[in-house]
């Protein structure tokens, strides 16, 4: 049964809206998987919420970004596809990629830095993308991929600041508010923002009063200083071990930051690696730590007071973990 939700608001110029999130999904929906929605009662107590996991860590490839990887790919004309597809990435945006291109037929180049773990690196090659390494920094990432670009006549993919991969991402708020219209707040991890732009433009669009609530590591809060600036701030040295989330906001997602999610709450590195532990032990699912930053919000001292909030989603983004370099002992 489709939900009620309260009337839409008027669209806004960002770089998705709610029609091409609806066409997003209608168009990965053959490849995507719909992820469940779990509970957990020890949780809901620690956080004195009722709260709906989005188990992203579910999709293909062990994270969100497979969908917004995928509607971008489906969307290029065929002749440019033959050309295939370029992007850098260290992590859960190379593995989507690879696969989706695979899914299409079609190539995929990955620049990634020389000192990407392994068993990444093996994931993509796994997915049959062509790895490229480079130096380990932004600087080498983009020039590489520019001159890769250059000699194979590909379309790039970036990993978050691009229209359709953005449309792609806000799939999961549909999914989200099909099977649970009743809540009053969804807590995004955030990184480059293109996770939370998609998942913010749509829930608002179906539900002007939800709360979209950003949640980002301390060691890597440039969102939460670029909101409250009023302007992008450079990403922060990369030493939180939330390595999903060291990215900085992107031009086309720091507008629905800025404009659309309520808050950011910063998180500690210890809270990020109790609460990663704590879903592992209690609910038996395997979470990276970008997820665990969402975790550690919903069980937060913030969160008792927000005394309006009774139903809380929470995005597990992602579960691909390095057990070489876990947390905890």
Not at 76 to 93: L, M
Not at 162 to 188: F, M, R, S, Y
């Amino acid at each position: 049964m489709t939900p009620r939700h309260d009337a839409a608001v008027a669209p806004m110029c960002y770089a998705a809206d709610l029609d091409s999130i609806r066409a997003a999904r209608r168009r990965i929906e053959p490849f995507a998987l719909r992820t469940p929605v779990l509970t957990s009662a020890t949780l809901d107590e620690i956080s004195g919420r009722r709260l709906a996991f989005k188990c992203e860590i579910f999709q293909r490839t062990g994270s969100f970004k497979f969908r917004g990887a995928t509607n971008a790919i489906r969307m290029i004309d065929d002749e440019s596809a033959a050309r295939g597809v370029v992007t850098h990435s260290s992590g859960n945006h190379a593995q989507a990629l690879a696969l989706a291109a695979r899914m299409r037929g079609i190539s995929a180049h990955v620049v990634m830095p020389s000192n990407s773990a392994q068993i990444k690196k093996d994931a993509v090659r796994g997915y049959g993308a062509t790895i490229i390494e480079c130096e380990a920094t932004l600087e080498a990432r983009e020039s590489t991929a520019a001159r890769v670009l250059a000699q194979t006549g590909g379309t790039m993919i970036p990993p978050f600041n691009h229209p359709n991969v953005i449309a792609g991402q806000g799939t999961i708020a549909l999914e989200l508010l099909d099977e649970c219209p009743q809540l009053d707040c969804i807590i995004v991890p955030l990184g480059g923002g293109g996770l939370i732009s998609g998942i913010a433009i749509a829930a608002k669009a179906l539900k002007p009063s939800i709360k979209i609530i950003g949640a980002e590591p301390e060691l890597a809060g440039d969102a939460a200083a670029s909101k409250r600036e009023g302007s992008i701030q450079p990403a922060m040295t990369p030493l939180t071990i939330a390595d999903g989330l060291r990215t900085a906001l992107g031009p086309l997602t720091f507008p629905v930051v800025r404009d659309l999610v309520d808050e950011i709450v910063l998180v500690s590195e210890d809270d990020i690696a109790l609460h990663m532990r704590l879903v592992w032990e209690r609910m038996k699912i395997t979470i990276e730590p970008s997820a665990a930053v969402a975790v550690a919000v919903a069980c937060s001292a913030w969160m008792r007071q927000q005394h309006d909030l009774a139903d809380v989603g929470v995005i597990l983004c992602g579960g691909n973990v390095d057990l070489a370099a876990l947390p905890f002992d």
